[in-house]
């Protein structure tokens, strides 16, 4: 699986836009882009993913540049509640390998009042 | 619907100790796989399991082990504990062979003293 790059820890007033930026310089052409959070004491949660379309769901939206070099997970309007750790994966979508994600460690997003 | 529950929530064992985490998936999910997480650090992959059998296996010794029964549940064996073994142990379930993105539990935590 591709290496990803994410920084440490970012900022985030409550109510805007939480922009969180991932680069995949090495990722091939059938690996997709995860994100998931771990909000602290429980499991990681799934978020969203993408092959090479911008995506949209409930939670996020995923912007993945033309090459796919890098991408950028859009939480909207953050709340307190968004504040968490976000891992940013990219994986083969197939059976066999497709259970084993490789987490780095992730982005530690902090919401402020 | 119930997501993966994990049993025991909390756990401590002496060095030397075996030990068995339990999972059960969530519903309509056949494929159970089993990360480690260690204080600060992103979960890493033990491995996976569909079909009752081992299908992929992450950097990890021996001594760890596992098993999937007929209703997809699913779970994890550390013989000979080490205190380095202390870690937040995470189970995810996906359907289909694992194509779909995981769904993890809160995790067992393990003290080894």
């Known amino acids: 699986d591709a290496k990803t790059t994410q920084p440490t820890s970012m900022d985030c007033a409550e109510g805007r836009a939480a922009n969180l930026p991932c680069n995949h310089s090495?990722?091939?052409?059938?690996?997709?882009v995860y994100w998931y959070r771990q909000i602290h004491s429980q499991g990681p949660q799934y978020i969203i993913h993408?092959?090479?379309n911008n995506e949209t769901n409930e939670m996020a939206s995923l912007i993945i540049t033309e090459d796919r070099k890098s991408s950028t997970l859009i939480l909207p309007h953050a709340t307190l509640r968004d504040t968490a750790v976000y891992y940013c994966?990219?994986?083969?979508?197939?059976?066999?390998?497709?259970?084993?994600?490789?987490f780095g460690t992730g982005t530690r997003l902090q919401v402020t009042l | 619907d119930a997501g993966v529950t994990q049993s025991p929530t909390h756990l401590i064992k002496t060095r030397g100790q075996q030990v068995t985490l339990r999972c059960s998936p969530k519903?309509?999910?056949?494929?159970v796989s089993w990360y480690q997480q260690a204080l600060g650090q992103g979960p890493q992959f033990i491995f996976q399991?569909?079909?009752?059998?081992?299908?992929q296996r992450g950097n990890f010794p021996d001594r760890f082990s596992g098993h999937q029964f007929p209703n997809y549940s699913s779970e994890l064996n550390v013989n000979a504990l080490l205190l380095g073994d202390s870690a937040l142990y995470l189970c995810?379930?996906?359907?289909?062979?694992?194509?779909?993105?995981?769904?993890f539990g809160n995790g067992t935590r393990l003290t080894v003293t």
């Open positions: 994966i990219v994986r083969v979508r197939e059976t066999g390998t497709a259970s084993k994600l490789t």
């Open positions: 993408g092959l090479k």
């Open positions: 995810a379930s996906s359907p289909n062979r694992g194509r779909a993105p995981l769904h």
């Open positions: 399991y569909y079909e009752e059998e081992e299908r």
């Open positions: 519903s309509g999910h056949d494929t």
């Open positions: 090495t990722i091939s052409g059938n690996e997709y």
